[in-house]
């Protein structure tokens, strides 16, 4: 499994390098774990409804990721686990746990104190929390047992972000950013890398075969 860093790229530009890298680890390639960041978009998941866009007027992409509308942009740390599913019991839920964990690490490491989705029973909620403030997202989609999508974790304080959605079928104001949690504008690079290797560890650790971080 290897870390790849696409910088800032295009949304369907993205989309389409991870389809082809969804086949190529079917195929047994190696597995990836993509670091990205995307142009300001608002992505449409399976559950969307109409009443998810409220006057939004950027690029819309309607995707076959689980859950509703979001915003990607800048301001983000966008990562996608290319990863088999196969070598790992076939458990999606464990692995939407280390998704949420592999930020969970990262924020308590920077003293934030925070938590998966507190309600289980409603997978709306599913992402990260730090109090009643939402400041990671999860929504991944499963080809072949191949996963794609990922989760987008809030850096920086965009004044446009989410305006315009209700994202993840909530009101705007319930996202932040460690930006607006901190004080702080964190160095983008010491977070891509701090997350990737947490990924890195907690992928590692379901895989039924031995992986060399």
């Not at 369907?12 to 990836?32: F, I, M, N, P, S």
């Not at 670091?35 to 559950?47: E, R």
């Not at 076939?90 to 990262?106: S, T």
């Amino acid at each position: 499994m290897r870390v790849e860093n696409w910088g800032q790229v295009p949304y369907l530009e993205g989309h389409a390098r991870q389809l082809e890298l969804v086949h190529a680890v079917y195929k047994g390639a190696e597995e990836r774990i993509i670091i990205c960041s995307h142009h300001p978009v608002v992505t449409l998941g399976k559950k969307s409804t109409a009443e998810d866009l409220l006057g939004w007027s950027g690029e819309v992409v309607q995707v076959e990721r689980g859950g509703k509308a979001t915003y990607h942009g800048p301001g983000q740390l966008i990562a996608y686990p290319i990863i088999d599913l196969r070598r790992r019991g076939q458990d999606i839920h464990l692995y939407l746990r280390n998704l949420e964990q592999a930020m969970i690490q990262l924020l308590s490491g920077l003293g934030l104190s925070a938590s998966g989705n507190p309600t289980p029973n409603n997978p709306e909620q599913t992402g990260v929390w730090v109090g009643q403030h939402k400041i990671g997202s999860i929504g991944v989609a499963v080809k072949r047992w191949i996963t794609y999508h990922g989760l987008a974790l809030n850096l920086y304080h965009e004044p446009l972000a989410f305006s315009g959605i209700n994202p993840c079928g909530f009101n705007p104001s319930i996202m932040t950013s460690l930006e607006a949690l901190t004080s702080t504008k964190v160095q983008r690079s010491t977070i891509e890398a701090q997350v990737s290797q947490s990924l890195l560890r907690l992928l590692a650790a379901t895989s039924q075969n031995s992986l060399t971080l």
